[in-house]
């Protein structure tokens, strides 16, 4: 066994004030890049004269457009452009439907819109006429959840599989509350109309 001193740590090579010196340049050059030098601004006149001189070229260029054959010697010429058509007629106000779409189903119109009740009727009559606009709608209504019950009973009766009896018989419940419960709508509206004719 040695009784030697472990031999001395190697020495660093260089210098702080070197690896300082370098990165200080570094962001130097970087900020220069990013930041500019302040002279955007005749840059930007420099782009602009040289866009007039290209502009006043371009209109000399099309000056020679050869009458007859719109030709453009050295550029290229203005196109044809057809004349706007405006909508004049009211009809032509109504939706654009692609062709490829065909015709709307019949039958899927929207349900007219609810009256709005007002806060007070001044006359009996005015509460008569908005009950009678409101059981119009709800007939209307009672109509089309009869029209869906007829379509559940079709689907019902065409059910192959059990799973397809199943999902028939859940839609056809919902269906059959949905009209029984228009048809209590309706019937009340009715009641109260006639209890307003009448009394």
Not at 42 to 71: L, M
Not at 94 to 118: F, Q, V
């Amino acid at each position: 066994m040695s009784t030697s001193p472990p031999p001395p740590a190697p020495e660093e090579q260089g210098s702080p004030k070197l690896a300082l010196l370098v990165g200080l340049a570094i962001l130097g050059v970087a900020a220069f890049v990013i930041f500019g030098t302040g002279g955007a601004t005749s840059g930007r006149a420099d782009a602009a004269k040289s866009g007039g001189a290209a502009d006043q070229a371009a209109a000399g260029a099309n000056s020679s457009v050869v009458e007859g054959n719109a030709r453009v010697r050295g550029g290229v010429g203005a196109r044809d452009v057809d004349e706007a058509q405006g909508r004049a007629e009211p009809e032509a106000k109504k939706y654009r439907r692609n062709p490829a779409l065909g015709e709307p189903l019949e039958g899927l119109d929207l349900l007219p819109s609810e009256p709005k009740k007002p806060e007070t009727f001044a006359t009996k009559d005015e509460e008569i006429a908005f009950y009678e606009q409101k059981l119009a709608r709800e007939r209307v209504i009672l109509e089309k959840r009869s029209q869906f019950l007829d379509r559940v009973k079709t689907i019902r009766a065409g059910a192959k599989t059990a799973e397809e009896k199943q999902v028939a018989e859940s839609r056809g419940k919902i269906v059959e509350d949905n009209f029984e419960e228009q048809q209590k709508v309706v019937g009340d509206l009715e009641k109260k109309l006639a209890g307003l004719k009448g009394g």
